[in-house]
């Protein structure tokens, strides 16, 4: 099993620039969360997707859009970048039952100039 | 508002220390607690996950604990080793078991 996997690994932007990140995984899991990481603020939760068809806010979903495409992949998209955006973005899944452990990608680094 | 915190937040001990990490969170109303390792540029790997009902889980080298009604997560390490240099973050889920809150992380550094 491969577990979750994201594309790209790093990515620059310009300011405006649009851009989507990937997400699947290969567990089966119904639950994906995209989370970013800035320094010394942890991770924040940017929006999750509790089944195939439904998503919803996390704590800084401005900026941003996502798609639950299908039971696999989690797409989160940036339509109009802007240099607040930097950071490092962390894909997430969980397993359906208790104790609903998550398990992570490896990240995307993404820079906005 | 669930806040996690983690103090502290850097930590440098020899090779062959024991050593505790500890956490603390605002709402005692969760349903799990879960600890990671996260080396430089890396994504997160799990550690330990307590769930609301237990006191602690142990694994090799990790023993994490939990107290729920005063807030607070310790993880600690049995003599340390150089490879167990990384970050440590705690997260915690509210009481429907998703949306974890991270706190900041613990930056451990083991000196050989």
């Known amino acids: 099993n491969a577990g979750v996997t994201q594309t790209p690994k790093f990515q620059v932007l310009k300011t405006g620039q649009s851009m989507t990140l990937q997400c699947a995984q290969d567990?089966?899991?119904?639950?994906m969360y995209w989370y970013r990481q800035d320094p010394g603020m942890g991770l924040r939760l940017i929006y999750y997707s509790a089944s195939e068809g439904t998503t919803d806010k996390g704590e800084v979903p401005n900026g941003y859009n996502v798609s639950r495409l299908n039971k696999r992949e989690f797409s989160l998209r940036l339509e109009s970048a802007a240099p607040s955006q930097t950071s490092v973005y962390f894909c997430a899944s969980d397993s359906d039952n208790s104790p609903y452990e998550q398990y992570f990608g490896p990240g995307t680094r993404l820079t906005v100039t | 508002k669930q806040e996690v915190t983690q103090i502290p937040a850097a930590l440098s001990v020899p090779e062959g220390e024991n050593l505790v990490l500890n956490c603390s969170f605002t709402d005692s109303a969760i349903y799990n607690l879960q600890w990671f390792r996260q080396d430089p540029g890396k994504g997160l790997t799990s550690l330990l996950l307590i769930q609301s009902s237990q006191r602690e889980q142990t694994s090799g080298r990790l023993n994490a604990s939990l107290d729920k009604s005063s807030g607070r997560s310790t993880l600690y390490i049995a003599a340390s080793q150089p490879g167990d240099s990384a970050t440590y973050l705690c997260a915690v889920s509210p009481n429907y078991g998703q949306n974890f809150v991270f706190g900041p992380g613990t930056r451990l550094s083991v000196l050989p």
């Open positions: 567990m089966n899991h119904n639950s």
